[in-house]
Nanobody, 120 residues
Framework: EVQLVESGGGLVQPGGSLRLCCTASGVTFSTENYFMTWYRQTPGKERELVAGIRTIGGSINYADNVKGRFTISRDNAKNTIYLQMNSLKTEDTAVYYC???????????WGQGTQVTVST
């Protein structure tokens, strides 16, 4: 029931940076406990969990292959989640999706995705 809209994808060279945004509707981050997650997927490969953050509380998780390069953050006043991606590699190329899951539910709502291409 949560609507999510991703933005910020594009074409960058290796070593470059991008900042992805995910704006949520139908939820109030400041008072509702949700797990917000960034996933990515490339053709022929399984979807990969990149990073996660809670709307209430301070827990943050990263995949090992992005740790130290990517930073997930939130702005509860704007109901928005960010993914700052630095030192991008060609293997980071994927469609990046934002997902929301209420703390007491197993159901996730997904955005439409935004394409990130890292290439020379």
């Amino acid at each position: 029931e949560v609507q999510l809209v991703e933005s910020g994808g594009g074409l960058v060279q290796p070593g470059g940076s991008l900042r992805l945004c995910c704006t949520a509707s139908g939820v109030t981050f400041s008072t509702e406990n949700y797990f917000m997650t960034w996933y990515r997927q490339t053709p022929g490969k399984e979807r990969e969990l990149v990073a996660g953050i809670r709307t209430i509380g301070g827990s943050i998780n990263y995949a090992d292959n992005v740790k130290g390069r990517f930073t997930i953050s939130r702005d509860n006043a704007k109901n928005t989640i960010y993914l700052q991606m630095n030192s991008l590699k060609t293997e980071d190329t994927a469609v990046y999706y934002c997902a929301a899951r209420w703390r007491f539910s197993s159901k996730e709502d997904w955005g439409q995705g935004t394409q990130v291409t890292v290439s020379t």
